[in-house]
């Protein structure tokens, strides 16, 4: 995922919390990959964090559903 991409994440008006349950999980996977690689810099772009700490969060939530995918939002 290039930064671009990233960054239209991080701007989403939707927030992680809208977003993340409706991403694949490969589009998950993808994500948290630039996420941990923007936040290994000097300079990570700012509520990167906020949204890898939701991220991580997201795939424990599907690691324990019996089929991994997300089910919407409540």
Excluded at 27 to 46: G, I, S
Aim: glycine share 6%.
């Amino acid at each position: 995922m290039n930064s671009s991409k990233l960054i239209q994440y991080l701007n989403d008006p939707r927030g992680p919390e809208e977003v993340l349950p409706t991403m694949t999980a490969e589009e998950l996977a993808h994500l948290l990959d630039a996420l941990y690689q923007n936040l290994d810099t000097p300079e990570p772009e700012f509520g990167a964090e906020t949204w890898y700490e939701m991220a991580v969060e997201e795939c424990s939530r599907r690691a324990g559903s019996p089929d991994g995918e997300a089910h919407g939002v409540a």
